[in-house]
């Protein structure tokens, strides 16, 4: 059992860190399985097929980064500074892997959205879930911020809508030209998309 965990563990992570450097189109089973280490039969004792891995990438990446969001967006401090938590962490994340490889990576939601969106239905419909979610956390945040007068916004659904998709755009604008600059913007950005009040500038 242990063997098999580890064979299907190597091909994740080798279809991950390939993914996130070539992108998904151009890769073929027998070059994930080679840059795991493994065989090509192993590859299908877990997945039935390419397109079934790379939902299972999504999947695990997208639980590791809803911890992360979660931790960001909860606890004591007011609404406002902890989503501007959220919005630096997600710098200081794309900054650690430019230091660790030389290139900003980017989302790995956002790359598979822009080369899958009219290719694999299953992969476009699971990301626009996950985008779905992580526009509900946004906007319980933003609405707190509502309720204490910290923000002037009616809509806070697409008010937050608004906030992640300028994350997105953001993060894609710092791969595009491989710099981290481009993110230092966000919280400003996202005071004027939420017309932050003076009270919310003190919280913040």
């Given at each position: 059992?242990?063997?098999?965990?580890?064979?299907?563990?190597?091909?994740?992570?080798?279809?991950?860190?390939?993914?996130?450097?070539?992108?998904?189109?151009?890769?073929?089973?027998?070059?994930?399985?080679?840059?795991?280490?493994?065989?090509?039969?192993?590859?299908?004792?877990?997945?039935?097929?390419?397109?079934?891995?790379?939902?299972?990438?999504v999947?695990?990446?997208?639980?590791?980064?809803?911890?992360?969001?979660?931790?960001?967006?909860?606890?004591?401090?007011?609404?406002?500074?902890?989503?501007?938590?959220?919005?630096?962490?997600?710098?200081?994340?794309?900054?650690?892997?430019?230091r660790?490889?030389?290139?900003?990576?980017?989302?790995?939601?956002?790359?598979?959205?822009?080369?899958?969106?009219?290719?694999?239905?299953?992969?476009r419909?699971?990301?626009?879930?996950i985008?779905?979610?992580?526009?509900?956390?946004?906007?319980?945040?933003?609405?707190?911020?509502?309720?204490?007068?910290?923000?002037?916004?009616?809509?806070?659904?697409?008010?937050?809508?608004?906030?992640v998709?300028?994350?997105?755009?953001?993060?894609?604008?710092?791969?595009?030209?491989?710099?981290?600059?481009?993110?230092?913007?966000?919280?400003?950005?996202?005071?004027?998309?939420?017309?932050?009040t003076?009270a919310?500038?003190?919280?913040?």
């Amino acid at each position: 059992m242990g063997r098999t965990s580890d064979a299907r563990r190597k091909i994740l992570d080798a279809a991950r860190s390939l993914i996130e450097g070539r992108g998904y189109s151009a890769l073929g089973v027998a070059e994930i399985c080679k840059a795991a280490g493994v065989p090509k039969g192993s590859f299908y004792y877990f997945f039935e097929s390419k397109e079934a891995l790379a939902l299972a990438v999504v999947d695990e990446h997208w639980a590791a980064q809803k911890r992360d969001w979660t931790r960001a967006l909860t606890g004591d401090a007011e609404p406002l500074r902890r989503l501007r938590r959220l919005l630096e962490e997600t710098e200081a994340g794309q900054l650690a892997g430019q230091r660790g490889c030389g290139t900003v990576a980017g989302c790995l939601f956002g790359n598979l959205a822009l080369e899958l969106s009219n290719q694999t239905e299953a992969v476009r419909g699971r990301l626009q879930e996950i985008f779905d979610a992580q526009v509900d956390m946004v906007e319980s945040v933003v609405a707190e911020a509502r309720e204490r007068g910290d923000v002037r916004v009616t809509d806070t659904r697409e008010a937050a809508r608004a906030v992640v998709a300028q994350l997105e755009g953001q993060v894609m604008f710092a791969k595009l030209y491989n710099s981290t600059g481009r993110l230092s913007p966000l919280w400003q950005n996202c005071r004027a998309l939420l017309g932050v009040t003076a009270a919310g500038v003190t919280a913040a």
